[in-house]
Nanobody, 119 residues
Framework: QVQLVESGGGLVQPGGSLRLSCVAS????????MGWYRQAPGKERELVAR???????NYADSAKGRFTLSRDNVKNALYLQMDRLEPGDTAVYYC?????????????WGQGTQVTVSS
């Protein structure tokens, strides 16, 4: 099982910024897809942004123009720079990875990091 450790959440005022980090660790694996999801109270978990298998980026409409996805393949790390945050961005943010190990595709989720946007 690949372990994911997220960090960078917190409380920020509207218009502020946060940078989330996710690091994947384990042995004998190769990452296929890696991305960020979020879940607000009473709502379904939704995609925020992800790298596809081909290396393209997908963003939710709500994230376009405000959030920037990046990664460090050497560190197996994924980052989400979130700017111009709004109260509607308040949620628990989860990192998710699809990875191959010995030809079999698996998925793994992080434990989540809370982002609260409030004045």
């Amino acid at each position: 099982q690949v372990q994911l450790v997220e960090s960078g959440g917190g409380l920020v005022q509207p218009g502020g910024s946060l940078r989330l980090s996710c690091v994947a660790s384990g042995s004998d694996f190769s990452i296929d897809v890696m991305g960020w999801y979020r879940q607000a109270p009473g709502k379904e978990r939704e995609l925020v942004a992800r790298f596809t298998s081909s290396g393209n980026k997908n963003y939710a409409d709500s994230a376009k123009g405000r959030f920037t996805l990046s990664r460090d393949n050497v560190k197996n790390a994924l980052y989400l720079q979130m700017d111009r945050l709004e109260p509607g961005d308040t949620a628990v943010y989860y990192c998710k990875v699809l990875y191959y190990r010995r030809g079999v595709l698996y998925d793994s989720w992080g434990q989540g990091t809370q982002v609260t946007v409030s004045s």
